[in-house]
């Protein structure tokens, strides 16, 4: 099994053609971006990706942003996804990373969203996992588990940070739930949370050393288990980003690291990391 690299558009400054070419400096193997919002951008995309030969992970966030609208109605979520699945058909994505749900909904309710979904991908000939983020209706690591146990076929993309805040705790006191589905796992983002916050200030402090190791033991737990469904690759896209996750020093609001030094040193810490595993 190989270990991909992603970098992610989230936080990145300038142009995908600029963030294309660090991640080819950087030697990783593709981008993780949002779904374009027109064909303009469809085909601009497209173009990129051909011209570089570089992979490509399609992010759809449903009914909002990151977070989503709060009256959106189910049907609203869909109509959503599949705007943005029909802006993805020609760019032949790995797969698509989605933020769907929210966080509010009573499980059966998520439980339709999800069905709904996976047929509505199946549609476009697209393969999606869902992300475990606050604010959808992977919040939590129980009622995923629930839900996973309610769709057997269901995909995830795992961010355990997500989990960490909600929690308020390492999850290293839910192992269960992450054996529990670590079978639906496709796809890995990579950024260290604790027991207070999604994002560690900088991973490569030492104060912060129990949080990393802590997740890159759940991580492993994942790597085993699509080694033994006989995967041949497994991805991961380093995710420490901006918006309130990344820490700043008061009044003068400087950044305490630098988003793409910190997601580098996590592509390198990651792939040895695996080697280690793998060996």
């Known amino acids: 099994m190989k270990l991909q690299i992603f970098k992610t558009m989230w936080g990145a400054t300038g142009t995908i053609s600029d963030a294309i070419d660090q991640l080819l400096s950087a030697g990783m193997n593709g981008i993780e971006a949002q779904a374009p919002k027109s064909i303009p951008q469809q085909r601009e995309l497209s173009e990129l990706l051909q011209k570089n030969r570089v992979l490509y992970i399609a992010e759809i966030t449903t009914a909002g942003s990151y977070v989503p609208d709060r009256k959106a109605s189910l049907q609203q979520h869909l109509d959503s996804l599949e705007i943005k699945l029909n802006h993805c058909t020609d760019l032949n994505p ?51 588990q629930r839900i996973v146990e309610q769709l057997p076929e269901i995909l995830l993309t795992v961010d355990f940070s997500h989990w960490c805040v909600v929690c308020e705790r390492l999850m290293d006191t839910e192992l269960e739930v992450i054996h529990a589905i670590a079978d639906n796992v496709q796809h ?92």
């Not at 749900?101 to 509505?120: H, K, T, V």
């Not at 990344?246 to 040193?265: C, T």
Request: proline share 7%; net charge negative.
């Open 94 to 144: 790995l797969f698509v990373s989605c933020l769907g749900g929210c966080d509010a909904w009573p499980e059966n309710q998520s439980i339709e969203f999800f069905q709904r979904a996976i047929e509505l991908a199946a549609r476009y000939d697209l393969k999606i996992s869902f992300e475990t983020h606050r604010s959808r209706s992977l919040f939590n690591p129980w009622v995923s």
């Open 188 to 279: 890995i983002h990579a950024r260290v949370g604790y027991d207070q916050g999604p994002q560690v200030p900088d991973p490569r402090a030492p104060e912060y050393q129990y949080a990393l190791r802590a997740h890159q033991r759940w991580w492993e737990i994942i790597w085993r288990s699509q080694q033994a469904r006989g995967l041949t690759n497994t991805t991961m896209t380093p995710e420490f980003g901006p918006d309130g996750y990344l820490h700043e020093a008061p009044f003068s609001r400087k950044p305490v690291a630098d988003l793409w030094d910190i997601n580098q040193w996590m592509a390198k810490e990651e792939l040895n990391h695996f080697k280690q595993f793998i060996t």
